[in-house]
């Protein structure tokens, strides 16, 4: 707090101690007094409502815009997100693989076009569907959501639309409206006199700020399909990509969907809109070049969606990456691991299926036998899984756990 | 409760969220003012501060200008006040390395980790039930990355905030209605490290409802009061 506030505070410290001194002998003074705090409670009110009003507008950014006013909202949001890059650029949750950054910066660059020099890409290693884009222009893309993209497309509408977040300065025009809707609410409660009417009025007027991140989230999509197209991409891709989602998301635990505190539009909704905007007829899906950037890291992200232990949705998603042409006895043994790792009743004979179909490809990770032998011994098959856990050890000699599963051979 | 009575612990709370505290540690060992010895090599570590500007309905606005403004005083002031004990200094710099640049971050993000554990369980009154009284925290002799020469380095952490005209007046109207606003915040902390063993050596906390760091008088003062007990 300043110096001139402490003044401020003295100041208004000697006029509560003044209203406190006589409040029932002059009824005068207590007129006066009600007046004067109605009053001053109408110019703060009015002077809160003037601003809730005031719907914030931002203009686009251009490329390459000169540097901000130093004071402005924006620099200081600016501010804010730098120091949260500088500690993400050195976090050991970022997957530093450089061919991989490549591919991403690349795409990146073509889809930003004039805005490539602004934007830089970080890949953070967390097994869910999220992508965010900083008002300086730091794009975050998480593992969970390229082991979800299918192809090039997909993953080019998903930037395009984050790309449009930033130069439509959506994180600028959300900051104003949050200040606007907290002045707002503020405004109502003190109108309601800080009760519950007040309560309810703000909690509507919080309301309004989801809807329009909803608003936001729509702008950005036709950002990002208006790019697809201009870049000869797909454009179906879009609404293939939030069907899958929402295939994952339909199986969600029982929580309800909530509409009004929703940021993002549902992702039904989404779908549906994306798919009747599509337009172009063909276009590049880029599926191999995908497949190819993102091959090598596959495994390890498999193995973290399933530490999610969201079967429920890993059981959707691994159905669908299974009929896709990605290494087929690694969606097989991931599939195995994730029944396994449920144990619900019939979920061991399923691992145990799924184990040996990875086998069946030819593939000869040991892991797959390890997995079988564990499997079977859950359901008391002792010798099965003996041959199984023989076969893992005579793949994988240097195993971790040879000394523990030769305890269970003897 | 009565109108008078309200207003008399509303100025009671007033007065003691007026006034600026700070309170010290030392290490274990650690007792006499200058026990570190005049002349000490002293690293200052870029001070992370941060200024916002409080917001009628109470909405923090963060502020780049009055940030780098404070963030140059703090910096101008920690050298006159450390140079005045004796101390030799020098700056940090965010060296060209890619691998050198990691690691010294993973240092001040230690710092940071270790430092707001103190503020918890030391000054913000969580127990650690294990390590009873004893000041000896440490970021272990890893630190010594930050610098190969100098003895010490200086930690500053200080977030501060400003209310707006409209939200002193909403203060104003708020004792009226017996509601406390609180009108801003000063909350930081130095800590010096000892780089040979990574020794947290003393610990400051600052906590004040004065103070304005978007001068170089106002930077001035609350880094002498940062510096309260630093044994330099």
């Known amino acids: 707090m300043s110096a001139p506030v402490v003044g401020e505070e003295h100041r208004a410290r000697a006029r509560s101690y003044k209203f406190s001194e006589s409040p029932r002998k002059n009824c005068r003074s207590a007129l006066a007094r009600d007046a004067l705090a109605l009053l001053r409670t109408l110019l703060v009110v009015s002077c809160l409502l003037l601003t809730a009003c005031a719907t914030p507008t931002v203009d686009r950014l251009a490329p390459a815009a000169p540097p901000l006013d130093a004071a402005s909202d924006e620099a200081g949001l600016i501010m804010q997100m730098n120091r949260y890059e500088e500690d993400l650029a050195n976090s050991a949750a970022l997957v530093r693989d450089p061919a991989l950054n490549r591919y991403l910066s690349e795409l990146t660059c073509k889809l930003a076009g004039d805005y490539c020099p602004e934007i830089r890409v970080y890949l953070v290693r967390q097994p869910y569907f999220n992508a965010q884009m900083g008002p300086n222009g730091m794009l975050i893309i998480w593992t969970g959501l390229l082991l979800r993209v299918e192809d090039e497309a997909q993953l080019a509408f998903v930037i395009g639309h984050e790309v449009g977040h930033y130069v439509e300065r959506h994180s600028l025009a959300r900051w104003l409206k949050l200040k606007s809707t907290s002045n707002l609410a503020l405004a109502l409660q003190v109108l309601g006199g800080g009760g519950l009417i007040g309560a309810a009025a703000s909690m509507g007027a919080y309301g309004t700020l989801y809807a329009f991140g909803r608003d936001q989230e729509r702008a950005a999509d036709d950002y990002g399909l208006m790019r697809l197209r201009e870049l000869g991409y797909d454009d179906h891709r879009a609404g293939t990509l939030w069907a899958a989602v929402w295939e994952e998301e339909k199986v969600r635990d029982k929580e309800l969907l909530s509409s009004i505190f929703a940021t993002h539009p549902a992702s039904e909704e989404r779908r549906d809109r994306l798919t009747q905007a599509a337009a172009t007829d063909g276009g590049t899906l880029g599926a191999d070049a995908f497949r190819a950037a993102i091959d090598a890291q596959r495994d390890e992200w498999l193995g973290d969606e399933i530490s999610r232990r969201h079967y429920a949705q890993t059981e959707v998603l691994l159905q669908r990456l299974g009929g896709l042409p990605f290494d087929a006895a690694q969606t097989h043994f991931y599939r195995g691991e994730m029944y396994r790792r449920r144990a619900h009743a019939g979920d061991f004979e399923l691992a145990i299926a799924a184990y040996r179909d990875a086998i069946a490809t030819g593939n000869g990770v040991p892991a797959n036998w390890r997995g079988l032998g564990l499997a079977l011994r859950q359901l008391g098959r002792n010798d099965e899984a003996r041959s199984a856990f023989d076969e893992y050890l005579k793949r994988a000699p240097q195993a971790e756990d040879r000394a523990l599963i030769e305890g269970w051979l003897r | ?232």
């Not at chain 2, 570590?45 to 917001?55: G, Q």
């Open chain 2, 1 to 232: 409760m009565s109108h008078s009575v309200r207003i008399a612990l509303l100025l009671a709370t007033l007065l003691l969220s007026a006034c600026a505290q700070t309170s010290h540690h030392r290490a274990d060992g650690v007792t006499e003012q200058a026990a570190l010895g005049r002349g000490a090599q002293v690293l200052i570590v870029e001070p992370d501060i941060e200024l916002t500007e409080l917001l009628t309905s109470g909405v923090q606005q963060p502020r780049a200008d009055w940030t780098a403004a404070a963030r140059e005083y703090a910096t101008a002031a920690l050298d006159a006040a450390l140079k005045s004990r004796g101390a030799q200094l020098s700056h940090y710099r965010v060296p060209q390395d890619p691998l050198q640049k990691e690691e010294q971050r993973q240092s001040i993000l230690l710092h940071q980790a270790v430092g707001t554990s103190i503020l918890l369980h030391r000054h913000f009154n969580v127990p650690l039930p294990h390590k009873g009284k004893a000041f000896d925290w440490t970021l272990g002799p890893g630190v010594r990355k930050l610098d190969p020469d100098a003895r010490y380095a200086l930690f500053l952490f200080l977030r501060d905030s400003y209310a707006t005209g409209n939200r002193k007046a909403v203060m104003a109207i708020g004792m009226v209605f017996g509601i406390g606003v609180s009108l801003g915040q000063q909350i930081g902390f130095a800590s010096l490290v000892d780089l040979d063993d990574g020794r947290v050596v003393w610990f400051n906390l600052l906590n004040s409802a004065t103070g304005d760091m978007r001068n170089p008088e106002g930077a001035a003062a609350s880094v002498a009061m940062l510096l309260d007990g630093v044994p330099l």
